[in-house]
């Protein structure tokens, strides 16, 4: 057998893994062990061989730990992503509520049914708020490519050179994480 830099055939036979040595590498130990003892060897050979069996038995329920360990990380990681989302959607079940019981009411006036949609929007944004989500300012605001997507350049002289002229749509970050940029027109002036 050949030698791994300096490390023990025993420890060479051991799967970089960890795991317990191949069988055929317990029957070569086995079989170096087993040889007819010398006389005055056989108590030290018995004290080896109760060694072995402890060492190779702790082997063996270490690997078995670690194995068990490792699962039960990984199915507590899939729980977490399995339930991240629980308290978020449960922040949004009242505005899901309000809207059912808007599309319900019915012989609402047109002005009532717009107060009622703009509470539910505000319910929305408070909800979204608590939840770490915030809108980018962008209409006024000068174009900054890390917010902002421009859709369009328009020429005026009435706003500022990269200046944002108009939002088509709202961009929101998530504390600091950007969850999408602000689709805006952007001033090109060219005094």
Request: charged share 30%; hydrophobic share 40%.
């Amino acid at each position: 057998m050949v030698r791994n830099s300096g490390r023990s055939e025993t420890e060479a036979q051991l799967d970089v893994e960890h795991e317990l040595p191949a069988p055929d590498a317990i029957d070569d130990v086995t079989a170096a062990v087993a040889q007819p003892p010398v006389s005055g060897e056989s108590s030290e050979l018995q004290k080896l061989r109760a060694e072995r069996d402890t060492l190779v038995d702790r082997l063996a329920r270490l690997q078995a730990e670690f194995e068990n360990a490792r699962k039960r990380a990984a199915r507590e990681q899939q729980d977490f992503r399995d339930y991240a989302l629980a308290d978020s959607i449960r922040a949004l079940l009242p505005i899901l509520d309000s809207f059912e019981r808007a599309l319900q009411a019915g012989g609402v006036q047109g002005a009532d049914f717009r107060g009622g949609v703009e509470l539910i929007y505000k319910q929305l944004q408070g909800a979204l708020g608590k939840l770490g989500v915030r809108p980018i300012p962008a209409k006024g605001e000068t174009f900054d490519p890390h917010l902002h997507e421009a859709v369009e350049m328009v020429e005026t002289t009435e706003a500022g050179d990269h200046q944002i002229v108009e939002e088509l749509q709202r961009g929101y970050k998530l504390k600091e994480r950007l969850l999408r940029p602000a689709m805006v027109k952007v001033a090109h002036n060219s005094k």
